[in-house]
Structure formats: structure tokens, C-alpha cells
């Protein structure tokens, strides 16, 4: 069983909000309490409670995939067994974002720019949501996908990440193309599970 997320906000769950792409990063930023992000998550985390609720799920192989949301999924729902995910929305933002002008992390400049007097605010509603400090509770056998050595996310910038893990955590550097990603992504999870070789559409061998 598959489950695609549309966490509230984005196309087909925009209703009754409706987010403005940019912009979504920023929603009520001002304060932990108003940030859009602490509503995503919680979507996020009711799917697996769904999951759970399923009699055709088992409960033992349940697996998420994706950037940050999927690492504060599996830290706040231990029942998930396998995490792939590359940070590129929360992590060392305060440190990063000033070096790049590119989207996503370049909403965070613009915010800061445009609202001076509340940067500080953002930085502060911002840090509830690094990463780092939710990796220790995730209990789930975990591969983290790292940039290559030239990328804002190069090994080494997310190596504090990886070390933060209650764990070893196994690495992937991206290939930077949707093909070969996913393929990597399908083989670890199917050995993960034992399900033998991923069978490929047929345009993707």
C-alpha cells in the first residue's frame, strides 16, 4: 500500500487554504505556534496514525520518503521502520540560507529582508524545526541523501545531521537526476525488504 501525501496547503488539499507557491515556506512564521509548518507536520504524522488503522497494512514494514517532513514523521511515530530522506527545507537553515540565493531557502532571505524587525522571529520559529534535534528520536533504519561535494548540501555540511542520529545512518549522494534517484531509492527500499529486484517501467531500463 502506497500513500502520496498532499499535506494542507498544496494542490488537491487546498481547501480551505490555499498556499502561494512562494510563500508557504513564510505562512505565519512569526511564531512556532502560527507557522504553517507545525499544521504540515501534523498531517504528516495522521497519515501514519491512518496507516496504522488499516488491516491490509503491515504495521512492521511501514516506510517514509521524503525531505524533512518524512525525518520529523519518523521521530514523532516510532512505528516507521525505514526512512529515506535528503534535508533541503529546515536543515542548518540559519547558517545556509545567507550563502545561497536559491529557492527554497532563499524565501527564508527574502522574509528576512522585507521584514527586518521580525527576523529574528524567524530564525527563532525556524530553529523548532531543525532537524537535528528530531533525528535522535528516530528509531527507523535510515538512509540520508546528501548533495555531492560542489552542493549546499554536500556531505560534509550535513555530516552533523548524520552524526546526529541515534544511530549509524547509511548515506547516498544524488545523482541529481529523478531517474537514477528513484531507482536507488526503489532498490534500497526493496532490499530493505526483501522483495527481490524493483521492476522497472520499461522506458526506465
Known amino acids: 500500500m502506497t500513500v502520496a501525501l498532499r499535506h494542507r496547503g498544496r494542490r488537491l488539499a487546498d481547501?480551505?487554504?490555499?498556499?502561494?507557491?512562494?510563500?508557504?515556506?513564510?505562512?505565519?512564521i512569526e511564531s512556532p505556534e502560527s507557522?504553517?509548518?507545525?499544521?504540515?507536520?501534523?498531517?504528516?504524522?495522521?497519515?501514519i496514525d491512518f496507516l496504522l488503522t488499516r488491516p491490509e497494512v503491515d504495521a512492521s514494514k511501514i516506510a517514509v520518503a521524503?525531505?524533512?517532513?518524512?525525518?520529523?514523521?519518523?521521530?514523532?511515530?516510532?512505528?516507521?521502520?525505514?526512512?529515506?530522506?535528503?534535508?533541503?527545507?529546515?536543515y542548518g537553515v540559519h547558517e545556509l540560507a545567507p550563502m545561497t540565493n536559491a529557492y527554497p531557502l532563499e524565501e527564508y532571505n527574502d522574509y528576512a529582508r522585507f521584514y527586518p524587525d521580525r527576523a529574528a522571529a524567524l530564525w527563532n520559529t525556524l530553529?523548532?524545526?531543525?532537524?537535528?534535534?528530531?533525528?535522535?528520536?528516530?528509531?527507523?533504519?535510515?538512509?540520508?541523501v546528501t548533495g555531492n561535494e560542489r552542493d549546499m548540501m554536500s556531505p560534509v555540511?550535513?555530516?552533523?545531521?548524520?552524526?546526529?542520529?541515534?544511530?549509524?545512518?547509511?548515506?547516498?549522494?544524488?545523482?541529481?537526476?529523478?531517474?537514477?534517484?528513484?531507482?536507488q531509492q526503489a532498490i534500497w527500499l526493496a532490499q530493505r525488504y526483501s522483495l527481490g529486484t524493483p521492476v522497472l517501467p520499461p522506458h526506465w531500463s
Open 15 to 28: 481547501k480551505p487554504f490555499a498556499a502561494a507557491y512562494p510563500g508557504l515556506l513564510t505562512t505565519g
Open 157 to 183: 555540511v550535513v555530516a552533523p545531521l548524520a552524526q546526529a542520529f541515534g544511530k549509524p545512518v547509511s548515506q547516498y549522494v544524488s545523482a541529481h537526476s529523478s531517474y537514477k534517484d528513484g531507482v
Open 66 to 90: 521524503g525531505d524533512e517532513l518524512a525525518l520529523m514523521t519518523a521521530a514523532l511515530r516510532p512505528q516507521v521502520d525505514a526512512l529515506y530522506t535528503t534535508p533541503n527545507l529546515f
Open 127 to 144: 530553529n523548532y524545526f531543525e532537524p537535528s534535534h528530531f533525528a535522535p528520536k528516530v528509531k527507523a533504519e535510515t538512509l540520508l
Open 35 to 47: 507557522y504553517i509548518y507545525r499544521g504540515i507536520v501534523a498531517d504528516c504524522v495522521r497519515v
